[in-house]
């Protein structure tokens, strides 16, 4: 395991709370957005984005709502399964390309000469 994995898994679930809050707090001044606003606009209590905000475990859905208000639902790409090839799969693909270009055929005759 890499040293910055290492780091990254010694926090406790507590601190990624509290980072998933203090996001949720910065976005949300940076959009100059009230909680109130904010709670309104993602269709949650505002008590719940206070708990949100101060680090307090608070539903999934309701992050998902407040990150859908402030737009900032890129945050789960990183979390998106995307297919993966096997090497063999990859050579077989790799195999259909076209190796070399050929001139095109015309099926119009050439016009006959009157010579």
């Known amino acids: 395991m890499e040293k910055a994995n290492i780091n990254i898994y010694s926090k406790s679930d507590l601190h990624y709370i509290d980072l998933i809050g203090e996001f949720v707090k910065a976005s949300r001044l940076a959009q100059n957005k009230t909680q109130q606003q904010l709670s309104e606009e993602a269709g949650i209590n505002r008590t719940t984005l206070v708990q949100l ?28 399964v995307k297919p993966q090839l096997s090497p063999m799969q990859l050579a077989e693909i790799e195999q259909k390309y076209r190796q070399r270009a050929r001139p095109v055929k015309s099926t119009k005759q050439k016009p006959q000469s009157d010579w």
């Not at 680090?55 to 789960?76: D, E, P, T, Y």
């Open 53 to 80: 905000e101060k680090g307090n475990s608070v539903n999934l859905l309701s992050l998902i709502q407040v990150l859908r208000a402030l737009k900032k639902l890129h945050v789960f790409r990183e979390m998106e």
